[in-house]
């Protein structure tokens, strides 16, 4: 098992708190670990697990605490001019702002599962997607992942001044499909995103499109693959119904497939009609995981929400 610091450190970091590890199934892939003192876990939702696990374990999130660090907080500290007169007068670093996104998360995943992520803005959601992904270090705790997670959103390759034709290509290249791949799989990615139902849109820049026929696009990209742990960040929030409905159909797809979704949305029937189990975050925590109708219901009575 390949294990990611998370961060740097001067010392190797050490174990701290009593864990219980990974649950049976084949030996994760990678492990994410930070441990900076003695962990301290909130005490998790009551809400009912589901009731017998898939069996194979995809992730294994343990005792997660993830802390964004804001430097020179307070009014102009953090331009850059503030930074060179600092340099040039030799002050000190400025105060450090802590924000704890995400504090003392632990859940299993197991393949074949659909996993609806809600909660209020600023509960932490995407960034326990972007932990799960490895894009953000750990402060505290652990993730283990078996295979290649995948984050949706090709944003990185996909370039504005480009065609949707080519980006479909450089998008499909840099999620690791080979070029015979792409170009077996290129009609299907274009018909299913729907770009050219109403002109050839495919064919312009992307600078042209909309935000939501782009976000269409990347979805489309992303889908064309088949993933062991695939995150979707709002995505099925953009388009028609008749986009959200084949959306729907491929996460069923991608599931059957053996792999795991992640689905962070504030649609509940959108969360309703993809998953089979729902984590409710709030500041951080983990308030409720299990069935998707026993959490939406407790969550649409705590916020008054229908």
């Known amino acids: 098992m390949a294990e990611q610091s998370a961060g740097e450190a001067a010392a190797q970091p050490q174990q701290a708190g009593s864990k219980a590890g990974p649950v049976a199934g084949p030996t994760p892939r990678r492990e994410t670990e930070r441990e900076t003192g003695p962990e301290t876990r909130p005490e998790q939702g009551a809400g009912p ?108 390759a996909l370039m504005n001044d480009l065609t949707g034709a080519v980006n479909v290509i450089l998008g499909g290249l840099a999620m690791g499909m080979s070029q015979e791949e792409v170009h077996e799989r290129y009609q299907g990615i274009v018909d299913f995103s729907g770009i050219n139902d109403k002109d050839d849109f495919i064919s312009l820049p992307m600078r042209t499109y909309s935000s939501g026929m782009a976000a269409r696009l990347r979805f489309s990209i992303a889908a064309a693959k088949n993933h062991d742990v695939l995150m979707i960040d709002e ?24 792999g795991t979704v992640f689905l962070v949305s504030h649609n509940n029937n959108s969360i309703r009609d993809t ?27 705590h916020t008054g929400g229908s």
């Open 275 to 301: 998953c089979d189990r729902v984590l409710w975050l709030e500041k951080g925590e983990l308030l409720m995981d299990g069935p998707t109708d026993t959490v939406i219901k407790a969550y649409e009575a």
């Open 235 to 258: 995505a099925l929030a953009t388009g028609d119904r008749d986009f959200q409905r084949r959306s729907e159909e491929r996460i069923r797809e991608l599931r059957k497939e053996a």
């Open 49 to 156: 697990r589901p009731a017998t696990p898939p069996g194979v374990p995809t992730v294994v999130v343990d005792g997660l605490h993830v802390v964004y660090r804001i430097y020179g907080a307070g009014a102009g500290h953090g331009s850059a001019t503030a930074a060179l007169r600092r340099m040039l007068l030799r002050q000190g670093t400025p105060s450090v702002h802590l924000v704890h996104a995400v504090r003392g998360v632990s859940f299993t995943a197991y393949r074949g599962e659909a996993i609806g992520i809600i909660g209020s803005n600023g509960s932490g959601k995407s960034t326990l997607l972007k932990a799960i992904a490895g894009l953000l270090p750990p402060d505290r705790g652990r993730v283990y992942t078996d295979g290649q997670p995948s984050l949706l959103g090709v944003n990185a």
